[in-house]
């Protein structure tokens, strides 16, 4: 898969999020890794500042594409099916990495950790006034996400890159769905339906034990 093989546009991004649920509350696969997809083109369009995070990202998606198209393939429709089946098949390595580095499960938590983040992150912008800080505003987000699974020289080395994202303005210019208004108004209607999809998993993990899989 290729990170960069299109422009990032918010639009797609809201669109494969808004079908991430199904009727039952489900959170279906192929479009989570489609939003996600599009999140890494975001990623990549601001530079080498977010590569520590999009390079991980991207070596995540490529593994659950090769789940969802492998021969157990029918299990990885969903989230709650692909726990179901990899928590009932002993799939998952609870206590240690050890048998099971590439299980559904492990490397989905990983993806969503990140999604906090960039919901954290977003929200900021999204909520802030027009001068404010980018770089304050990514680095809160970190602090309060994913920061508590890097080690120290990870989270000095992220925290010194976020001194180079630009203003709110060019920030918010980046999502290529208009001028900056346009996009809070995009941020604004997107925002909700990756926070709902992010709290289902969140909840579906915390039921299951798996929030702290190694």
Known sequence: MDALESEFNLQVVLVSFK?????????????????????????SGLGT??????????????????????PQREHYSSLQSMVAYEVG???VDLQQRARHPNSGCRTVLRLHRALHWLQLFLEGVRTSPEDASTTALCTDSYNASLA???????RRAVTVAFCTLPTRKVFLETMNVGPPEQAVEMLDEALP????????????????????LP
Not at 19 to 26: A, F, H, S, T
Not at 49 to 70: C, H, N, P, Y
């Open 19 to 43: 079908q991430c649920l199904n009727e039952k509350e489900e959170v279906l696969l192929d479009h989570y890794l489609a939003g996600w997809r599009g999140l890494v083109r975001f990623l």
């Open 49 to 70: 500042v977010f590569s520590f995070i999009s390079k991980d990202v991207v070596a995540k998606l490529q593994t659950m594409e090769r789940l969802r198209s492998g």
């Open 89 to 91: 098949n002993q799939l």
């Open 148 to 154: 508590a699974y890097h080690p120290w020289i990870i």
């Open 193 to 212: 339906f990756i926070e709902r999809v992010y709290n289902v998993s969140q909840k579906l993990y915390a039921e299951h034990g798996l929030l702290d």
